[in-house]
């Protein structure tokens, strides 16, 4: 949203987003049955394509608009386009229904069930905050229906989304890739770009953060952030590693890499050339 944001802005929204509490029945998931995981599991197709969750509708709503007056009281340059958004929600509860049970849909532009034109890219940096605690939990509910260690995709095995960072785990140096969404982690090839499926990747490092690895991709240009966990004493919270390396990412895009974004759900977000 703004190229301008300091790291410790970040920190203390996302500090903010991560206080606000969701009822174990916030997100309903039913696995679908052991046939269908299997086929889902052998064609790498993600969870989320197989069966969408169920989300309260009024709980949804209710947090939307948390979720807006913390990125107000934060970004307060978005506040307009914030209120044009709360403006322009579905007031019908048939209509609000209709809005929450697409918001989990692959392909549903969800801009269209608005009843007013609102800014794509602040309407995609609300929404996207505001699914993330239901993603989280979706995560954690959803992901051992696949084996995870088997998975071995540069996309979610949950959503379906672009990782947004890796991890050489402690042991003996195995890769997983994270979802920045739903937070799952899982199993993915030593070497090699998860974005465009190039068998060879690059890397570098930066003086002084030896535990840091930058890996891109001479092929699409991406990069991803990697955590070498035999670097540092205990585990990664990778939700707060990538938090709190984005000068990683400053470093990186400044080398002209691209940050490769982790998609949604919401293909609103792709009105706004943000896919």
Known sequence: M???????????????????????????????????ISYGQENKIPLLNICSPQVDTNFFFILLEKVGEIIITHYPYLEKECRQIFSALPTDISDRELFVANVFKPGVNLLTLLKNDVSPEAFGFLMTHAVKPLMRQL????????????????????CGGRPSLSLLEKEVGKRYLYCGLCE????????????????????????????????????CSGY?????????????DLFWEDINTVHLDILALREGYINIQPELPLSALKQNGTD
């Open 2 to 36: 703004n190229s301008n944001i300091t790291p410790q802005v970040l920190v203390d929204f996302y500090s903010k987003l991560s206080q606000l509490s969701l009822p174990e029945e916030s997100i309903i998931f039913a696995p679908p049955g052991p046939q269908m």
């Open 139 to 158: 995560g954690k509910i959803a992901a051992p229906a696949y084996d995870l260690e088997e998975w071995m995709k540069g996309s979610c095995p949950v």
């Open 184 to 219: 799952v982690k899982w199993r993915f090839q030593r070497l090699g770009c998860p974005y465009c499926a190039n068998p060879e990747s690059q890397f570098f490092r930066v003086e002084g953060e030896e535990k840091y690895r930058i890996y891109y991709c001479e092929n």
């Open 224 to 236: 991803i952030k990697t955590i070498d966990e035999r670097k540092m004493e205990g585990t990664a």
